[in-house]
């Protein structure tokens, strides 16, 4: 069963950075379409960001677009979301999932299997 851990979240000012981390044990990640959710309080499960197991393609949410980016290490078995210009509206919880029945980009939560125990972003002055 794959296990995933994130972390990197954390207090951050407006306009800062966070770069989290979705590690993966005991298996490889090479073959996982990964996608990176996050949910406010309040709110609905949101799709972030995600990359195709498939040709490493990826793609990012309106709301984050031109400000994250995902990113796979396949030596250290980890991918990345790098959030820059954070904003206030950016403070969730943020979860990584993966999926193998998929290879495609997606970020619509039903397809991915394995999710992490989130980390928290909290974006404020």
């Known amino acids: 069963q794959l296990q995933l851990v994130e972390s990197g979240g954390g207090l951050v000012q407006p306009g800062g950075s966070l770069r989290l981390s979705c590690a993966a044990s005991e298996e490889t990640l090479d073959y996982y379409s990964i996608g990176w959710f996050r949910q406010a309080p309040g709110k609905e499960r949101e799709g972030v960001s995600c990359l195709s197991s498939s040709d490493g393609s990826t793609y990012h949410a309106d709301s984050v677009k031109g400000r994250f980016t995902i990113s796979r290490d396949n030596d250290k078995n980890t991918v990345y979301l790098q959030m820059n210009s954070l904003k206030s509206e950016d403070t969730a919880v943020y979860y990584c999932?993966?999926?193998?029945?998929?290879?495609?980009?997606?970020?619509?939560?039903?397809?991915?299997?394995?999710w992490g125990q989130g980390t928290q972003v909290t974006v404020s002055s």
């Open positions: 999932a993966a999926t193998l029945t998929v290879s495609l980009c997606m970020l619509w939560a039903g397809p991915y299997e394995y």
